[in-house]
């Protein structure tokens, strides 16, 4: 598509755009969202520089695409504003959340649609990079003998796998869903399929015994891990990040401790994976 209101310059064939000439904490006129959204759909992930975003115009933003999501599990940790995530990580943490890849809460039964991420602080000294891999890309690089099979099996996705730790604190108010999806889902505007496991979260392949879950798993994981699936991004003070989660799965790289990393992070609501065709 060609576009009028905005700017794009792609960062890779395969996945990424960054986007130019757009206020997110301003007024986004029709034409101009329009866009926004085409060109999230069509390069999965999208990057906006120099943002300014008070909580609300964060929120404001995200909700033109649909229900922002509360993460079952997250510290509200803004008075008045549960469907803020705040990622941080300083000299005090002992892990990072989305180290491993994975796809935002995979687990849920409805997983969300997508992510925006507004980074604030970015390490003095470099790092902290993010980066996103192409699920449309991973299944179209298997064969047509493995897609078939592919297409004919569900997957396991469990929160305990990557919240452990959450585990061994819970109380009362936190939920751990574990839910079964599609191994392959159909994008539910594009049309076009995706592989829809990851190593976040994704436990078993139940139509396998354990040992041939366990392998082909693995084998799937690799393979849409492989740089050539990847673009990957460099944060600076201000920046946002927007995922399709649906297409996508992301992993932030946490090599700059002990040093900060500071941003906020609000979620779309989806709907539940199928595989049509």
């Not at 491993?100 to 969300?112: A, I």
């Not at 390490?123 to 004919?152: E, V």
């Not at 996705?157 to 869903?177: C, G, I, V």
């Not at 297409?247 to 700059?256: F, R």
Request: net charge negative; charged share 25%; proline share 6%.
């Amino acid at each position: 598509m060609e576009y009028q209101s905005i700017e794009l310059r792609k960062l890779t064939p395969t996945i990424g755009a960054e986007i130019f000439g757009v206020d997110l904490g301003g007024q986004i006129g029709n034409q101009q969202f329009q866009e926004i959204h085409q060109a999230l759909l069509e390069n999965l992930v999208i990057f906006f520089r120099d943002q300014t975003m008070t909580p609300e115009q964060h929120k404001d933003f995200g909700s033109r695409f649909g229900k922002l999501h509360v993460h079952p599990n997250a510290p509200k940790l803004i008075e008045g504003h549960p469907e803020i995530l705040v990622i941080k990580a300083d000299e005090n943490s002992k892990r990072v959340a989305g180290e491993v890849w994975h796809s935002d809460v995979s687990c849920d039964e409805e997983p969300p649609m997508g992510s925006i991420l507004h980074i604030h602080e970015v390490p003095a000294n470099g790092g902290g990079d993010t980066s996103f891999a192409n699920m449309y890309a991973a299944f179209d690089a298997l064969s047509d003998t493995m897609k078939r099979f592919l297409q004919g099996c569900t997957a396991i996705h469990a929160s305990l796998k990557s919240a452990n730790h959450q585990y061994r604190e819970k109380t009362a108010d936190m939920r751990f869903p574990e839910s079964e999806h599609p191994a392959v889902r159909t994008h539910p505007e594009t049309g076009r399929k995706a592989l829809f496991v990851n190593r976040g979260f994704t436990t078993r392949i139940p139509q396998l015994a354990n040992f041939e879950s366990d392998a082909l798993l693995e084998m799937l994981f690799r393979h849409a891990e492989q740089p050539r699936f990847h673009c990957r991004f460099k944060w600076r003070p201000n920046s946002v990040a927007f995922w399709d989660n649906r297409a996508t799965m992301h992993q932030a790289m946490w090599d700059y401790y002990p040093e900060r990393r500071y941003g906020y992070r609000i979620t779309v609501c989806g709907d539940k994976p199928f595989l049509r065709g």
